[in-house]
């Protein structure tokens, strides 16, 4: 099992950046795809970016490619989001989601964190 937690959410004016973290517990977390999800206010939950455990494959939402970046350091069991050129239709509560299997991780991981906001003023 995995418990995850996020930081690094909060305001920001449009075009500028954040950088948000999720700290995982666990000994197998290198084994883990790991995901960054969202959802907006009245929106379904939507998927933003997954990262494989052995960082050699990145998969990005549309509406993030080229402005946000994740990563992962399995040594500190954390992954990343890089925000930048952050734009007020990113404003969300952010999640970051693990699961073994690469298609779970994009589409319904198994496990959640308790989510970060992020809210984008223009």
């Known amino acids: 099992q995995v418990q995850l937690v996020e930081s690094g959410g909060g305001l920001v004016q449009a075009g500028g950046s954040l950088r948000l973290s999720c700290a995982a517990s666990g000994r197998t977390f290198s084994s883990y795809y790991m995901g960054w999800f969202r959802q907006a206010p009245g929106k379904e939950r939507e998927f933003v970016a997954t990262i494989s455990w052995s960082l050699l494959r990145r998969y990005y939402a549309d509406s993030v490619k080229g402005r946000f970046t994740i990563s992962r350091d399995n040594a500190k069991n954390t992954v990343y989001l890089q925000m930048n050129s952050l734009k007020p239709e990113d404003t969300a509560v952010y999640y970051c989601?693990?699961?073994?299997?690469?298609?779970?991780?994009?589409?319904?991981?198994?496990?959640w964190g308790q989510g970060t906001q992020v809210t984008v003023s223009s």
């Open positions: 989601a693990a699961d073994r299997n690469e298609l779970r991780a994009a589409q319904g991981p198994a496990y």
